[in-house]
């Protein structure tokens, strides 16, 4: 247990994790040596400019670099740069550009949309508005129909009460029309019989009558 925690540790301490990034300053060819000195072995001829490297650790005026394809060496200090090289820099602030100008022009692009969209809303806002207006013209209308159907209900019931009353009073008027026709005919019959009785009666007296003043006439 103790050796593999020892490992780990050591794997964790490796100069390979610490590396910083370098790059191959504005030179054609850097050549990559085993040792940090001019006169050592080299293991490359030449590194190209703006090559990306992992500086593993710097003595003397030397760095000791790991390249991308994981070779190991020594350059001097003088052939890297913390920073990519202008050329390179460059041709990245180009792409940027390019980038920024694309995107500038679909923002542009979307701007436009958004005008017209906004265009769009604005007409149909306006529309909404219009009929807004017209349905409230139309509630306003329904509520004074309502309104004056409620009026009219309550006069309508009004007037049905009153032509109640008036039927009553009708049918009272009628009954003591009924009433009084009825008495009117009786006192007809009446008055008639009255009157066939008195010719009756005269009938029958005015002979007599007329008999005796004859009677004295001759006595006399």
């Known amino acids: 247990m103790y050796k593999v925690f020892l490992s780990l540790l050591l794997l964790a301490l490796s100069p390979g994790l610490f590396a910083e990034t370098r790059y191959i300053s504005d030179e054609f060819r850097v050549p990559l040596r085993k040792s940090p000195c001019s006169r050592c072995a080299i293991l490359h001829q030449g590194l190209k400019t703006g090559l990306k490297l992992d500086l593993i650790e710097t003595t003397d005026g030397w760095s000791h670099i790991r390249t991308p394809g994981g070779m190991e060496g020594w350059i001097e200090n003088q052939y890297i740069v913390t920073q990519p090289i202008a050329r390179d820099r460059i041709a990245r602030y180009k792409q940027q550009n390019e980038a920024l100008t694309n ?102 007296l005015l002979p007599r009558l007329k008999g005796k003043r004859r009677g004295h006439s001759e006595w006399a």
């Open 103 to 204: 995107s500038n022009a679909k923002l542009k692009a979307q701007v436009e949309e958004l005008k017209a969209e906004n265009k769009q809303l604005g007409g149909r806002l306006n529309a909404v508005s219009d009929d807004n207006e017209a349905v409230s013209r139309e509630l306003a209308d329904i509520k004074t129909v309502s309104a004056n159907a409620l009026n009219l209900k309550v006069q309508n019931q009004q007037l049905l009460e009153e032509n109640e009353k008036l039927q009553g009073r009708i049918d009272v008027l009628s009954a003591v029309k009924e009433q009084l026709e009825s008495n009117n005919t009786q006192k007809w019959f009446l008055n008639g019989g009255i009157a066939v009785f008195l010719g009756a009666i005269l009938s029958i």
